[in-house]
């Protein structure tokens, strides 16, 4: 299979472990065969590799995620960068443009287009297989996969199937509806659409070619920032005559919320968390270094990280978006390709920062204008380079990094350090890279 995960979201529903860096596809709060905590896209990675061990995933995503991905995948997964949003159908031209041009795969190969981010069993993987068979028959342009749907369900847009056949026409497309249209559509045998698409190749690149002026790849992706925001549904789908959708009936969720989560996730606490005997229907999920306990808690969701802390009741904390809109944090935790970044303390002229790294890993060597930096290392044994000298560092060591240094750190061990970040200008945005 050649499958492209769509991988996007701004970090809001899933807030406080959620920010614009870990959108809900990066916490852990799954388990794997093994009983070890995983994600849900390396969940979805490992679905997907079971069904199928060839196959070939692609995952579409913005800068900020790129890091996050590198580090539960590894080099496992090719990434497609998005320079910025543009929406999905943008998103899959990108996409499509970077498997043909880039990787090689031919424009009468079949591909598959799927969220990262829905709970499901393998069976769903199955039928994403029997989609990419569907779209190299070629009896229709794009092949959908509709979700039987459980209830009349106002989250959702509608396929409407001119037959209860597993494989039928589409007859049309139905917007998010009220609660009493949704009734109607289920009386028609309607289906949700989950965003899922197959096509040829060639296909999607006809498509963009004709609503896009670019060359290839390369052209495409310096040109995306002048792109139309527009979804895949309403630039594609919406307008193709020759669609077919293929019927799924198995488990689908949607765990965009809390109180989704909350039925799907591993266990019932995460973390330093005691429930005593009179809490009901409540889970706690706490990345804070100190014990949270609940008492008499019914219906609720407790979710402490460094960038806040949320009690809700599960039914209201799928309202939660505009309230987290309006406060304005730095995200204090982000997965990078070589380890983890944890925000400890902030103050004005300095901010302090847990550097944890794998071993084998190593950062950029890159310098900032506005800040220096003094490490202390706490745990393992690594190799720092600063303007071109090179130190072993070891538990204990300080080193002092001043602005306008060059420097990286390689972790020799799993390596942990404490950063003590010093100036009166503290951005992410100062930060050049080098060549080393």
């Not at 749907?149 to 509806?177: R, W």
């Not at 925001?229 to 799924?248: G, M, P």
Request: proline residues 3%; charged residues 25%.
């Amino acid at each position: 299979m050649n499958i492209i995960l769509l991988s996007g979201g701004s970090g809001k529903r899933l807030w406080p472990l959620s920010n614009d860096v870990r959108s809900k596809q990066f916490i852990k709060l799954f388990m794997d065969e093994s009983g070890n905590y995983e994600s849900m896209v390396q969940r979805v990675y490992r679905q997907i590799t079971t069904v199928d061990p060839e196959a070939k995933i692609t995952i579409a995503t913005s800068k900020s995620q790129a890091s996050a991905i590198k580090n539960q995948l590894g080099e496992k997964a090719s990434i497609c960068v998005e320079p910025c949003r543009r929406d999905t159908f943008p998103a899959i031209a990108l996409a499509a443009t970077y498997l043909h041009d880039e990787l090689g795969v031919s424009a009468e190969e079949a591909v598959v287009v799927c969220p990262v981010d829905p709970y499901v069993d393998n069976s769903y993987y199955e039928a994403v297989k029997t989609l990419q068979e569907l779209a190299e028959r070629g009896e229709a342009n794009l092949t959908l996969m509709g979700i039987e749907p459980t209830v009349p369900s106002e989250k959702y847009g509608y396929i409407i199937p001119e037959s209860v056949d597993s494989v039928s026409k589409v007859k049309e497309f139905k917007e998010k509806p009220d609660k009493e249209a949704a009734k109607k559509y289920l009386a028609q045998k309607a289906l949700w659409n989950a965003g899922i698409f197959a096509f040829k190749l060639g296909y999607l690149l006809n498509k963009a070619h004709s609503m896009i002026d670019f060359d290839d790849y390369r052209d495409l992706f310096n040109k995306y920032d002048t792109l139309t925001k527009i979804s895949f549904d309403y630039a594609v789908v919406e307008k193709e005559s020759s669609i077919q959708v293929l019927r799924y009936s198995g488990d689908w969720k949607d765990v965009g919320t809390w109180n989704m989560m909350a039925e799907v996730m591993a266990d019932k606490t995460k973390g330093r968390a005691t429930l005593d005997e009179t809490c009901v229907n409540t889970n706690v999920v706490n990345e804070l270094n100190i014990p949270i306990l609940c008492m008499g808690c019914k219906d609720l969701i407790v979710a402490a990280s460094g960038d806040g802390i949320l009690i809700s009741d599960k039914q209201r904390s799928g309202k939660m978006k505009p309230y987290v809109e309006k406060i304005e944090t730095e995200a204090r935790y982000a997965e990078k390709s070589w380890g983890i970044y944890t925000v400890i303390d902030v103050q004005p002229g300095s901010m302090t920062v847990k550097v944890s790294m794998k071993a084998g890993q190593h950062m950029t060597y890159h310098m900032h204008n506005y800040r220096e930096e003094v490490w202390t290392v706490v745990a393992g044994k690594g190799k720092a380079i600063v303007d071109g000298m090179e130190q072993i560092l070891r538990t204990g060591d300080v080193i002092k990094i001043s602005a306008g240094c060059k420097h990286t750190v390689e972790a020799i061990t799993d390596l942990d350090i404490v950063e003590v970040q010093l100036g009166e200008e503290i951005s992410v945005s100062d930060k050049i890279k080098y060549c080393l």
